[in-house]
């Protein structure tokens, strides 16, 4: 199978792995919105939001330096997993002892002390996550994406489960974050799961199957955590620049609205969690190009990811603008409409989002995570600035706005650093085509404006008016399609 074909295949199943959390995702906050008063939940999903930011440091930083050591062929693998094991234990541990004492300080800062309880249960998650995250790394190192999206499929059904019974018994925020820690095992029991099976079919890594392999080069903690903490550092302040609007809101506006913001949230994320299939599978593919200096190899990467984006992304950006008002109140009670304006603008800032983290494995790759650090960290202070003036000036949809200004000039930053350095085709046949059939769906949509049960007919519908235009206007072929379906139910031991 060639690269770019590979890579497909592989973004294609971490992609249904991520639609399926996506789902359950949206499953579940209909649910909690449902259960919860407007208060109870954006409590719950601003404890959330800052537990993702603390299991940044569980989530993407061994994980991501498995992804990247793994395929290297001159190390032994056997030495990377030791090491990465037992740098996971101890960051996760770490990380659970001092933000658990610094719980009542967060709770200070965002005007709320009755936050503290809260986040030290949710803190609980972070020792199982740690040890999900690191055999999700694994199998992504060892590109079995087919196996890391069943394990990220159990995780998100063991969640949506737990989560929905704890709620359900009435135990309100304090179930929904015991639930979440529920979750995390479940993840873990999958990807240990797969993990083994996978060893005892080969009987060692990939890439020391058989005596006459090579163990390579000595391979210890001091190296995953030079690439560790940089990396840990780059995520944690590039979701501090997607997630500095809720904790704004949080400190400056009423409990209502911290609730209706969130849930825009929610619906805003689409584009992020979906396209996380971009980045788990392009950073192992590119640092295997990159590390064996094959440019063109880098450069084909890039270009099929850039055309992947834009397929996903704007027939998305137009069904979401187009239907913001029946997607909130299909998801989310009545009351929640009121959020619909500022899902149309957090749309765009999560769409943004998404291009700058998949473009930026670029310099995960090439082993540049301080480069990638700077973005951020210029921006924060501006953004800090700018959400606190827009909330001042315009109320909550300021925040938005804010928000999607900062997120779009760093990925804007990102994607001309691809451009200047790997030159890329552009693609502009195949932009303008995928902007014409999103342009369609938008108009459609627009005119139709569906609501209730049958928003989900008109989204299935629409879904197959964009393959057919896409069809029509030569930008896939009937082959392509065929192609795909076999990519993903075709069975191959290995890799994919």
Sequence with gaps: MSAGRQLTRGTLYVAVGQGSFLVTGYLLHAILARELSPASYGIFNVAMTLLVWVEITVNNGVPSALSKFLPDESLSERAVLRAAARCQALISLGVLVVMFLAAPLLALLLRDPALTGYLRLALLDVLAMGAYAYYRGVLNGWRFFRQMSLAITAYSLAKLAAITLLVGLGFGVQGALAGNVVASLGGLAAGYFWTRRRQRAFGAPPGERGDAAPLGLAFGEGRILAFVLPTVLFTLASNVLLGLDLMEVQALLPDDLV???????????????????????????????????????????????????????????????????????????????????????????????????????????????????????????????????????????????????????????????????????????????????????????????????????????????????????????????????????TRKEGGT
């Design 259 to 489: 609730g209706y913001y969130s849930a825009a949230v929610k619906l805003a994320e689409a584009p992020r969690l979906v396209l996380l299939a971009f980045t788990f599978t392009l950073l192992p593919s590119l640092s295997h190009a990159i590390a064996a200096g094959d440019a063109t190899r880098a450069r084909h990467y890039l270009e099929q990811t850039i055309r992947l984006l834009a397929l996903v992304l704007l027939p998305l950006i137009a069904l979401v603008m187009a239907t913001a008002e029946g997607a909130m109140t299909f998801v989310f009670p009545a009351e929640y409409r009121a959020a619909a304006p500022i899902l149309t603008v957090l749309i765009l800032a999560y769409t943004a989002y998404a291009v700058y983290i998949t473009l930026v494995t670029t310099l995960l790759a090439e082993n540049r995570p301080g480069r990638a650090l700077l973005i951020p960290l210029a921006l924060l202070p501006l953004e800090a600035a700018v959400i606190w003036l827009g909330i001042t000036r315009l109320g909550v949809i300021g925040a938005a706005l804010a928000s999607l200004a900062s997120v779009a000039t760093a990925a804007g930053v990102v994607l001309a650093y691809v451009l200047r350095r790997y030159r890329p085709a552009a693609g502009a046949r195949s932009l303008v085509r995928i902007g014409v059939a999103s342009a369609v769906l938008w108009a459609i949509a627009r005119w139709w404006s569906p609501s209730g049960l049958a928003l989900l007919l008109a989204y299935g519908l629409l879904a197959g008016l964009y393959l057919a235009l896409l069809l029509l206007l030569g930008e896939l072929r009937a082959r392509d399609l065929r192609q795909l379906g076999s990519w993903l139910f």
